[in-house]
């Protein structure tokens, strides 16, 4: 692992921490918003006790009108100078109704090594390590799932395939179902579905369909540590958010990017589970002990690790 991250593991592993634990109160009450808001806040007010000069290049709240970690903003009380990538809560309707796989997530790298996205959508297709170098973004889905189900030994009928289930996605729907591979559609949360193609245990081959592009940019940093490969282009709906790009110094907005275009330095990915998922176990309170699971990945090693912390609340059940 970097050093410089070796140095502030355990502080910024406590950042997606507190978010979880914050949001995790909030867990089956129908207040995704809330749910929200209070790991936005943790994340802040923990990143405010760092010795980092954190700059925020992929935040959230612009498309959902949810609370924000804004682009621009300045986290840390000084340090080394950091880009940073949140989500502080992937899957916010999962949390709300208490189902699995709700996340919160943190991307860091050194200064300039994450691209700026704006809050549009982006095509992606993702696959894991086998994968890498077979897949392009611009061809047929049935040339990709040919060339992933033979990088794999497969067949393209035993290839796991995972699409968020949205309406834009009925002509991929219908295309996978007709070639024949398995389609494993999901509600919500296309980091999650980025990182589990990347661990072969998970039996996930293929991401392909559009979704937010900084949910794009952080999944990139997760697949990168895994050896795996990410693609996409930004879908450009009209001039204002041509214009939005241009102001993030994006140039070429039809542009293909490659992994090296999502992340170029080295990189840190961090998620802790809310709700118990496929890849985490969720937040666990009893009585005033707290229990968090967390992932985390460094793109310079390809080492990955799985973190399992307890501590005690304080008399107001707070974590920080």
């Known amino acids: 692992m970097s050093c410089f991250f070796r140095k502030l593991l355990i502080d910024l592993t406590s950042v997606t921490e507190n978010a979880a634990i914050e949001s995790f109160k909030w867990v089956g009450k129908n207040e995704k918003f809330k749910a929200d808001e209070a790991?936005?806040?943790?994340?802040?007010?923990?990143f405010d006790n760092l010795q980092v000069s954190g700059t925020v290049v992929i935040g959230e709240g612009e498309?959902?009108?949810?609370?924000?970690?804004?682009?621009?903003?300045?986290l840390g009380k000084g340090g080394i100078e950091l880009d940073i990538a949140v989500d502080p809560l992937e899957g916010t309707t999962?949390?709300?109704?208490?189902?699995?796989?709700?996340l919160t997530i943190l991307a860091v790298s050194l200064k300039g090594g994450l691209l700026h996205a704006p809050d549009i959508y982006m095509e992606k297709i993702a696959v894991g390590k086998e994968g890498r170098g077979k897949i392009d973004i611009n061809a047929p889905i049935e040339d990709n799932l040919a060339a992933v189900a033979k990088a794999k030994g497969k067949s393209i009928e035993e290839l796991v395939v995972v699409v968020l289930d949205r309406q834009r996605h009925e002509e991929i729907i219908k295309k996978v179902q007709n070639l024949g591979a398995r389609l494993r559609l999901i509600s919500d949360g296309d980091v999650l579905a980025a990182i589990l193609v990347g661990f072969e245990e998970s039996n996930v081959d293929l991401l392909i369909g559009s979704g937010g592009a900084p949910e794009g940019v952080l999944a990139s940093v997760a697949l990168k540590c895994l050896d795996g490969e990410i693609q996409g282009k930004f879908v450009i709906e009209d001039s204002k958010q041509l214009k939005r790009c241009q102001e993030m110094g994006i140039t070429d907005s039809k542009k293909v990017l490659f992994m090296d275009d999502f992340v170029s330095k080295d990189a840190l990915f961090i998620a802790t589970g809310v709700t118990d998922g496929e890849l985490l176990k969720g937040v666990c309170i009893k009585d005033t002990k707290v229990t968090t699971n967390s992932l985390i990945m460094d793109t310079k090693?390809?080492?990955?690790?799985?973190?399992?912390?307890?501590?005690y609340l304080n008399p107001k059940r707070e974590v920080y």
């Open 39 to 46: 790991a936005t806040f943790a994340m802040r007010k923990t």
């Open 301 to 311: 090693r390809k080492e990955v690790y799985f973190l399992k912390k307890s501590r």
């Open 63 to 74: 498309m959902d009108e949810a609370p924000m970690l804004y682009i621009g903003e300045k």
């Open 94 to 102: 999962l949390a709300a109704k208490n189902l699995p796989n709700s």
